[in-house]
């Protein structure tokens, strides 16, 4: 494993020569390099955090990987020798600075599979490197953080994936059957409209409730192995205890959202596009939970996100609701991919099949065109998850501007979509 010497923030983000060891290494774009790779060159990647999730993003397909960056260097080691012993790439850096992996030239795509409230920082900073991004799920940890990846993403001519596929491949959760389908039935107009999709235990869909925060954490030591300065970045410090971090930080406000911040864009990015509802944001949210820890996520009993049109998401997290998976005025759609209304195999069939979508990354890389779950559409389904985190950790119901992206008349709820980051980071 390479060693290197620390960049400075400032310097990195200036686009600024950096020096390692006497070798002078310069992002591609100061280089005059194109800031597209030639049809026929090799796609090269990074992978930022490799603990968990990030540990799957080793060979996805499609490019070359040069190097692994953690914090932790436990995770860390653990990656490099995982990649050197299976073949991957027998000579792969490794780094515990991601800055020090955007400084590399020969670096195309950055995958970042970070806990959540990193997600935003280092996708823009990739941007900004001149580097295509494949990064996790969620997209953001608030929406003011998606709304400047999108900006980022787009004023560098970026391409962006986020890391869920249910859209466009695979059977979606619970459902009994692949999205496009479902999309068509909708697009038919066989249900009516307005429409409410349910997404609850009923239809397959479980909220992860074990990811709830402790709300006794006592002061532990760090780890010698683990940087939790450089793994807190953005989030407000607070004392160590092996809870927050890897596994279990999914249940503290400052890092995510619990089960519905981990999984909730699995389940509603598709319903989203089910809906037609990619280029706009529910308008009224409604919720029933218990009064939340200013700390640890708890869970809740139901939010209801209403559409100006009218059309509803309904998030149970009681197990009881047995509604069907969609409802329409005409009819509705079960679980098993099974229809109430009459004669609705034949009108299916006359309807034409969903728009093409590019679902191949290392195309996108290679021709440009947006990915079928990019920063745009993918920041409007991460929007769907931080207007029920706001209404839960809030307690009461919400009215929200989906053009101007801001709450109406609630300044409360205003304060938690760009929520302060400890310094030396921001947006």
């Known amino acids: ?48 955090g490799v603990g968990g999730m ?11 990987l040069l190097a692994v960056c953690d914090v932790d260097r436990n995770h860390l080691n653990r990656a490099v020798k995982r990649v050197k012993d299976s073949g991957l790439n027998p000579t792969v850096d490794g780094y515990s600075d991601f800055r020090e992996v955007l400084a590399r030239p020969d670096i195309d795509i950055v995958h970042v599979p970070t806990p959540p409230h990193w997600h935003a920082l280092i996708s823009i900073a990739a941007a900004e490197a001149g580097k295509d991004i494949w990064c996790e799920k969620p997209m953001s940890r608030t929406i003011a953080e998606g ?14 994936r986020l890391n ?18 479902i999309k068509k039935i909708v697009d038919s107009g066989i249900l009516g409209w307005p429409l409410k999709m349910t997404v609850g235990a009923n239809t397959g869909f479980n909220w992860k409730f074990q990811w709830s925060g402790q709300t006794n954490l006592k002061p532990q030591p760090i780890p010698e192995a683990l940087d939790y300065d450089m793994w807190l ?46 280029d706009t944001s529910p308008v009224e949210i409604e919720v029933d939970a218990p009064q939340q820890h200013p700390d640890a996520v708890s869970s809740w009993r139901r939010v209801v996100l209403r559409y100006a049109d009218g059309c509803e998401l309904i998030l149970d997290g009681t197990g009881k609701d047995t509604a069907p998976y969609i409802q329409g005025p005409e009819g509705n759609l079960h679980k098993g991919f099974k229809c109430d209304v009459k004669g609705w195999e034949e009108k299916l069939a006359q309807q034409p099949e969903p728009k093409p979508q590019v679902t191949d990354f290392a195309e996108a890389v290679r021709t440009r065109n947006k990915f079928a779950l990019n920063e745009a559409n993918g920041h409007r389904s991460c929007t769907i998850i931080n207007l029920a985190k706001i209404a839960i950790r809030l307690g009461r119901n919400l009215k929200f501007d989906p053009v101007k992206q801001r709450f109406i008349d609630d300044e409360g709820a205003n304060r938690l979509i760009h929520q302060p980051m400890r310094g030396p980071w921001h947006i």
Do not use: C
């Open 1 to 48: 494993m390479k060693v290197k010497q620390s960049i400075s923030r400032r310097d990195f983000m200036k686009g600024a020569a950096v020096t390692f060891a006497g070798t002078m290494i310069l992002p591609r774009r100061v280089l005059g390099a194109p800031n597209t790779p030639s049809p026929n060159e090799e796609l090269t990647k990074a992978v930022i």
């Open 54 to 64: 990030g540990t799957g993003h080793l060979n996805y397909p499609g490019s070359r």
């Open 147 to 160: 709304q400047a990846v999108v900006e980022a993403v787009q004023r560098n001519e970026r391409i962006f």
């Open 164 to 181: 869920t596929w249910f859209r466009f491949k695979d059977n979606f959760y619970g459902s009994g059957s692949k999205v496009a389908p």
């Open 233 to 278: 970045g953005p989030a407000p410090y607070k004392p160590y205890n092996a809870h927050r971090v890897h596994g279990t930080f999914r249940g503290y406000w400052d890092y995510d959202g619990g089960g519905l911040g981990d999984m909730g864009q699995h389940y509603l990015d598709p319903a989203q596009y089910i809906l037609g509802k990619d």
